[in-house]
């Protein structure tokens, strides 16, 4: 029998949706689920579940699709994943759990990202399942509200713990809720998760910087323990000529005051946006595939210029595919070494042409300048995506917690960090990586937390 | 939820207003500022912390725009939506000496803040306090209780001295022996106070009131041009060497939303209409 294709993801327009802010991909019918379902092997060694950060077992909630049993299939995979609509919707899918499935070596894998962003919505509204311990009222805090510390304090709570969640910004959710846009994953649901979280007992605190309202010090007074999961949001600069043009802006700040402040329905909301004409955004990775799409929503035209090629961008492939679908245009390999502008405002990027040459270590190939070949692309705005550096705020206030050269902290394999009972995990680890890892780093940590607890 | 206390008129457009904020009262350190969201679908603005008491953050602000007229509008018992804070890095708590402090319109409610810090630290004040005319003097009592010489100047000559507060300062610079100078008010003013004393080498410290979202280090729209390269005002700031910044980078950046500030302005002068 002919191997079948994949069955496609519904998803809007591209020509509509460059017009509004609503979700891209639609979400697969029960009727497209168990289609896509049944494609599954039920593999004897499943190696799909080697591929997926936290192992879900990929196999038997596919399984349980199949069967039509979409509750049991959700809880299924709640025992490893907290927030299955998030994952399933931004996961990189195609270097993680589809990579490893048995199909992929024919290019259709199971569509594993997709079933599973089916359960989630299927289920995610109707009364939860979940099983919790005896309140202990001991507390607990966890620092930051992004996938890590969610994951975490979502763990803790239903094993009684008192869980108290620290917020600097005035909203939770961390990238999920500044950073990723609506269009990719709708606030609807990272709110809905959050509720759940309250729901649970969990306590959340916004407003709250650690290291300048509480020090780390007081928190360790008041905790039994605490976990850190401040994520890595400080913005890297290009450090080249120019970059403080009007104009220019990180994707943080453009990102933060699009989702975060909601811009894009400025004036109704106070925080304004520039809604630029010709836009250049530098990087290409998901953060710079998402402020093009932004980019592109309020209106502009959009061109991406990153330093290697197509082959190493580091976004998901699906956002690469649905930014040239909304009309985003790639400059590839080229790097920006200059800024021009007039009155203050910038007006183009000077880049030069890359070669690629000998592969690095990781094995990806290193971006040399060709000489001579700098130009100039015209433009009213730039929005530099180049990556993320942990924020010092708290390390500013706690020079005893062990770092590494970078700024990252330092755990050991129980995510403990050089100061007892002080836990870490996501971004502020392992540098800027994935919401499932982060979901993951915070899901372990619990464990080692809850012991450290216990066996004190 | 942060409740609105008290709110008191100081000069015209100006107010004082006192905000239940218990746990920012205790964290407070002079030179730290708060990020105030007057609403829900608010602007994050920032404004520093004026004074403290057990319950409340005090603040001074001059209602410019669409945030700080909406914070104006407000009423005692009313809840403000968020407050973020403190944040900024705190004053220097060091003696140097013979300190000038010179504090331009509304840059003296943070003046207050910072003298008496730089009192309490043991440090000789001399005051600069400008305006543009006398009804826009702010705080010319409380300067005056820590400074051992307050010299006013206004643009207009209603009050003290008629004309600028770098006069004043070039002729205290010429006079005595200045170990500090630090200096808060619109831009152009600690630009123009950072050009007379560069060539003299004397150490100047700026406010700097660049455009802020987060104030925790991590949108970097607060960014200025800092010795050769590029900083954030929220978490390496405010206080910056005025010798350092780029003014070129900051001038034209607090300008940036001239043209949707005035949107925002005009429907809420609609609204109240
Ligand atoms: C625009 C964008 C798009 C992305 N797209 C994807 C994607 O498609 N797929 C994917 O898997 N990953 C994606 N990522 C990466 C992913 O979002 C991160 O790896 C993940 O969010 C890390 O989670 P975290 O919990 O470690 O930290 P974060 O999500 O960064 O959350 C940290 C939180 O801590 C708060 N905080 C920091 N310091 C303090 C303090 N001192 N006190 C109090 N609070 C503090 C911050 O305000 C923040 O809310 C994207 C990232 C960005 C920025
Ligand atoms: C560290 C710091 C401390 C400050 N402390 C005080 C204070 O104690 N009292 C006081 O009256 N003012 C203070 N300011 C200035 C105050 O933040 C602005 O006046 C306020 O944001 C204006 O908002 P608006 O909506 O009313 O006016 P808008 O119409 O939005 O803007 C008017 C002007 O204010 C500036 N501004 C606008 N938005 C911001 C923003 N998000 N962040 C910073 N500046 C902005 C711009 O230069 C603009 O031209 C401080 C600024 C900084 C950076
Ligand atoms: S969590 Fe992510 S990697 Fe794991 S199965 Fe789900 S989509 Fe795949
Ligand atoms: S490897 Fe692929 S086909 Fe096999 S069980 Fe996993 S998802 Fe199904
Ligand atoms: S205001 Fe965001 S980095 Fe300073």
């Not at chain 1, 929503?297 to 290697?308: D, E, I, M, P, Q």
């Not at chain 2, 200045?178 to 630009?191: E, S, Y």
Request: with cysteine; aromatic share 6%; net charge neutral.
């Amino acid at each position: 029998m002919p191997l079948k294709d994949r069955i496609p993801m519904p998803e809007q327009d591209p020509k509509l949706r460059i017009t509004n802010f609503d979700e891209v991909a639609l979400g697969y019918t029960e009727e497209q689920a168990l289609m896509e379902a049944s494609r599954c092997l039920q593999c004897p060694n499943p190696t799909c579940i080697q591929g997926c950060p936290v192992n879900i077992d990929i196999k038997a909630f596919i399984g349980l699709i199949q069967e039509g049993k979409f509750k049991e299939g959700y809880y299924k995979i709640k025992e490893k994943n907290n927030f299955p609509a998030m994952t399933g919707r931004v996961c990189p899918q195609e270097i993680q759990c589809e990579a490893s499935c048995v199909l992929a070596k024919m290019g259709k894998p199971i569509a594993i990202g997709r079933l599973e962003r089916f359960l989630a919505d299927h289920e995610m509204y109707k009364p939860q399942q979940i099983e919790t311990e005896k309140k202990n009222h001991i507390p607990v805090a966890c620092v930051g509200t992004g996938p890590a510390s969610l994951a975490a304090a979502a763990d803790l709570a239903k094993k009684g713990y008192e869980v108290h969640l620290f917020e600097a910004l005035h909203l939770p959710g961390g990238v999920l809720s500044y950073g990723i846009p609506e269009f990719r994953l709708p606030k609807k649901i990272v709110n809905h998760e959050i509720m759940l979280l309250s729901d649970l007992g969990v306590l959340i605190h916004t407003d709250v910087i650690i290291g300048k309202t509480y020090t780390l010090q007081q928190l360790r007074r008041e905790f039994k323990s605490i976990f850190l999961g401040t994520g890595a949001g400080a913005p890297l600069l290009l450090r080249v000529p120019g970059e403080n043009l009007n104009g220019i802006f990180t994707a943080n700040e453009f990102l933060i005051r699009v989702n975060l402040m909601k811009a894009y329905r400025f004036p109704e909301f106070d925080t304004p946006i520039k809604k630029g004409k010709e836009v250049v955004v530098v990087g290409a990775g998901n953060v710079a595939m998402d402020a093009a799409r932004t980019a592109r929503r309020l209106g502009a035209n959009v061109t991406v210029v990153y330093r290697r090629s197509r082959a190493e961008m580091p976004s998901r492939a699906e956002e690469v595919q649905h930014a040239e679908e909304e009309g985003i245009h790639m400059k590839l390999p080229t790097n920006p070494v200059a800024f021009h502008g007039k009155d203050g405002w910038v007006q183009s990027v000077e880049v030069v042409s890359m070669q690629l040459g000998s592969p690095d270590e990781r094995g990806r190939r290193k971006p040399i300048p060709i000489e001579g070949s700098n130009y100039e692309i015209y433009c009213d705005q730039v929005i530099v995506a180049i990556g993320t550096t942990p924020n010092p705020i708290l390390k500013y206030s706690t020079p005893e917690l062990l770092l590494t050269p970078h700024g990252n902290i330092v755990v050991d394999e129980q995510y403990q960090t050089n100061i007892p009972g002080v836990f870490a995990g996501g971004d502020i680890v392992t540098g800027s990586a994935t919401v499932i890892e982060a979901l993951g780093a915070g899901k372990k940590a619990a464990i080692y937390i809850d012991k450290f607890i216990k066996g004190a | 939820m942060y409740e609105l206390v008290d709110k008191e008129l100081v000069a015209p457009d100006i107010w004082k207003i006192k905000v239940r904020a218990p746990h920012i009262a205790k964290a407070y350190k002079p030179g730290n500022f708060v990020i105030v969201l007057p609403h829900e679908r608010g602007e994050r603005i920032p404004l520093t912390v004026f004074d403290t008491d057990e319950e409340n953050i005090h603040i001074v602000f001059q209602e410019v725009g669409k945030s700080t007229k909406l914070l104006g509008k407000m009423k005692v018992g009313e809840q403000i939506q968020d407050i973020m804070g403190p944040t900024g890095h705190a004053f220097p708590s060091q003696k140097f000496g013979n300190v000038v402090l010179i504090a331009g319109g509304v840059g003296a409610a943070t003046a207050v803040p910072l003298g008496k810090h730089l009192r309490a630290c043991g440090n000789n004040i001399t005051v600069i306090l400008g305006a543009r005319s006398k009804n826009l003097l702010l705080f010319e009592k409380e300067l005056q209780d820590i400074s051992e010489k307050l010299i006013i100047t206004t643009d207009d000559g209603s009050y003290g001295v008629k004309g600028f507060v770098t006069d004043a300062l070039r002729e205290i610079l010429s006079n005595e022996v200045v170990d500090l100078v630090v200096t808060i008010g619109p831009a152009v003013m600690m630009k123009a106070v950072s050009d007379i004393t560069r060539p003299l080498k004397v150490k100047t410290l700026v406010s700097l009131n660049s455009i802020m979202v987060c104030g925790t280090g991590m949108c970097g729209a607060c960014r200025v041009g800092y010795k050769d390269g590029t900083v954030l005002t929220c978490i390496e700031g405010p206080e910056l060497d005025g010798h350092m910044v780029d003014w070129n980078t900051l001038l034209p950046r607090l300008s940036m939303y001239k043209e949707e500030e005035a949107i925002s302005l005009s429907l809420l002068d609609n609204e109240s209409r």
